[in-house]
């Protein structure tokens, strides 16, 4: 396979967030009101990661950051939430997601997040061994956590 560039950075403009929110459309089962969007494009920027070619966006990760009870830690952590990552099905196989995730990691280290996880499908297998490369574990199943009543595990990592 020839040789993409590309690049990863934190969105930009309320334009990119349209075209977020168009691969998603086209890539994923589970979409937000624009509202939930624009939250994330608000508040945690620096963890809300396009990826372009060209300088067309072919691929985001939008994460949050929250406090809970430890998946992997002991006690209350702040934890970084991957909500959404996706690539546009012509760029995939190429480590964009992969760079899409350690930017996003990265970032959340400099707010002091220990640690990181996700909700996947059971039957998303390549996504989930994006993640197991990326070093995340599963943690437990979410029995019926999709509308369509797939069961999704949580996976977790250690930042
Ligand atoms: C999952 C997804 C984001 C991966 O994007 P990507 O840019 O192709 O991922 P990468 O190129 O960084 O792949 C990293 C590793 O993940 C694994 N992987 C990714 N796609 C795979 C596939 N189709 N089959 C098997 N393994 C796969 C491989 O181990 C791969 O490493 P390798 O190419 O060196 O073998 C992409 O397939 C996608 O957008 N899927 C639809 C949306 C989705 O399912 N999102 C996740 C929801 S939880």
């Not at 690049?7 to 334009?15: G, K």
């Not at 009870?69 to 196989?93: C, D, M, N, T, Y």
């Not at 994006?130 to 979410?142: A, M, P, Q, R, T």
């Amino acid at each position: 396979m020839e040789k993409l560039d590309y690049v990863v950075r934190p969105i930009a403009s309320e334009d990119e967030l349209k075209k977020v929110i168009e691969i998603n459309m086209v890539t994923l089962p589970e979409h937000y009101p624009y509202f939930f969007w624009y939250e994330h494009y608000e508040l945690w920027r620096d963890i809300f990661v396009v990826a372009l070619v060209n300088e067309q966006i072919v691929g985001y990760n939008m994460c949050r950051i929250e406090y809970g009870i430890g998946h992997i830690r002991k006690g209350i952590v702040r934890q970084g939430h991957v909500v959404s990552i996706a690539v546009l099905p012509e760029f995939r196989r190429r480590g964009i997601a992969t760079a899409l995730m350690v930017y996003a990691m990265d970032s959340m280290k400099k707010r002091e997040v220990s640690e990181v996880y996700l909700e996947v499908r059971v039957s998303n297998e390549s996504a989930i061994r994006l993640y197991e490369k990326l070093g995340f574990k599963k943690v437990k199943i979410l029995r019926r956590y999709y509308l369509d009543g797939e069961d999704a595990y949580l996976m977790a990592k250690e930042l």
